[in-house]
């Protein structure tokens, strides 16, 4: 079974991080082929964008990265400290290692930023958050191509320039690793695909 790491890093926001949990929650009960998704963080408990308070299953100190086959990013609020994790070299160390090894890295939104920063997008393409020029601008310092498109694939890294396009980006997720037969049968069963009854 693929598994992928749902990394929660403080002021993320709560949207950007449910997608992940729907679509591969999914594919544990409706789909062909399972996904286990594991959430982890840097700290016990993660302070939303948006009031919420969750708790990662695990510190990334607890867990083996080589058991893992894609890293998921979420955005999120630099107001609610979003770039206090995002930025630690700790998260940057394993964007580093897993696209080292050509394994999926997906962001929503401003979650581009901390791959961007570790190095791994230089000279790539990408996108980010489409209405906020201080982050394209960043990107841009950072050796990135920046593609004016809701979703960017390059190789194994996906980004997106907004929550409105992250389920696009969880959907991506669940085709690379599996298959488009899986996808369209979790989408299927989350109303995305219509299907009459008999």
């Known amino acids: 079974m693929k598994k992928v790491i749902l990394f929660l890093c403080q002021g993320l926001e709560e949207y950007e991080a ?39 299953e695990f510190q990334l100190s607890e867990i083996d990265i080589n058991d893992f086959d894609a890293l998921a990013i979420p955005g999120g609020m630099s ?37 961007a920063k570790s190095g791994v ?5 990408g996108t980010t958050y489409h209405l906020s020029e201080k982050r394209q601008a960043q990107m841009k310092e950072m050796g990135v191509n ?28 669940v085709e690379k690793l599996t298959s488009t037969a899986n996808l369209d049968r979790i989408k299927e069963g989350m109303g995305f695909i219509e299907k009459s009854c008999v």
């Open 121 to 125: 997008l230089n000279g790539r393409n």
């Open 146 to 173: 920046i593609i004016q498109q809701p979703v960017v694939i390059d190789k194994n890294i996906i980004t997106s320039r907004s929550p409105s396009a992250a389920m696009d980006v969880a959907f991506t997720v």
């Open 18 to 56: 449910s997608v992940f949990t729907d679509a591969l929650g999914w594919t544990t009960t409706y789909g062909l082929e399972p996904i286990e998704l594991v959430t982890v963080g840097l700290r016990p408990k993660v302070k939303c964008a948006w009031n919420f308070t969750i708790e990662p």
């Open 79 to 115: 107001r609610s400290g979003f770039y206090e994790d995002a930025y630690d070299e700790r998260l940057l160390s394993l964007i580093r290692d897993f696209d080292s090894q050509g394994k999926i890295i997906a962001s929503v939104c401003v979650g581009a930023l901390p791959i």
